[in-house]
């Protein structure tokens, strides 16, 4: 079965500092892979998400992830947090059958 | 337009109880998704829908997890005799279609708490 890993638990960065976050899959057939976002009392909203095509994807709001094949990664990154970054993040992916399964998320905290 | 609702918001019930938690996904969605997150984890697959039929109920913990469709829109998740092991955030989601590249679109989910 598929599994994902988020290796950072809790990142503190002060605004405009540069973020990367973790996520490597175990899932090696046809590959989907998702960041979503939860922000302080809110839904889960998608961030961004790779499915063919560039391995570097563009997401909302200056957030970028590289999809590494050989590494099995798809790490977060953002050159320039701000306050309102602050949330959690998770990495996601499904399997061929359509189940998603997900990273246990990393909270991040901006401090102005 | 309107997104995913869930109700209740909360619910508070004891042990040995049946519980049930609605979702409206978005009007027009054919695929429908529930999880569950407990606390400091991520969301976990527990079934989902293609139109009315459950495509896949591998997730559901055991048989006392349930989960209908009846018309294709809204869903009912139901759990009989809760255990306090079943406190946890329930989620619901929606995509306009079945597919592993498609977003899928989350509701506020429901808080369980099993006394």
């Known amino acids: 079965a598929q599994s994902v890993s988020q290796h950072n638990h809790h990142v503190i960065l002060s605004e405009a500092a540069s973020l990367e976050l973790g996520c490597n899959y175990s899932?090696?057939?046809?590959?989907?892979l998702f960041w979503y976002v939860q922000y302080p009392g809110q839904h889960l909203q998608l961030l961004l998400k790779y499915f063919s095509g560039d391995p570097l994807v563009k997401g909302i709001k200056g957030f970028e992830a590289e999809f590494i094949k050989s590494k099995f990664s798809f790490n977060l990154r953002k050159p320039s947090v701000q306050w309102s970054d602050t949330a959690e993040y998770f990495c996601?992916?499904?399997?061929?059958?359509?189940?998603?399964?997900f990273g246990t998320g990393t909270s991040l905290t901006v401090i102005p | 337009g309107a997104g995913v609702s869930q109700t209740p918001s909360n619910k508070v019930t004891e042990k040995g109880k049946y519980v049930e938690l609605r979702c409206d996904p978005i009007s027009g969605h054919t695929a429908l998704y529930w999880y569950r997150q407990s606390l400091g984890q991520g969301p976990e697959f527990l079934i989902y829908f293609q139109g009315t039929g459950a495509a896949d109920d591998s997730g559901l913990p055991n048989d006392r997890f349930f989960a209908v469709r009846p018309e294709g829109s809204v869903s009912t998740l139901k759990i009989q005799r809760t255990e306090r092991g079943d406190s946890a955030v329930y989620l619901c989601a929606s995509s306009p279609q079945l597919g592993t590249s498609v977003e899928q679109f989350f509701g506020p989910g429901t808080r369980l708490t099993v006394l």
């Open positions: 996601a992916a499904p399997e061929a059958g359509n189940q998603f399964y």
């Open positions: 899932y090696g057939g046809t590959v989907n």
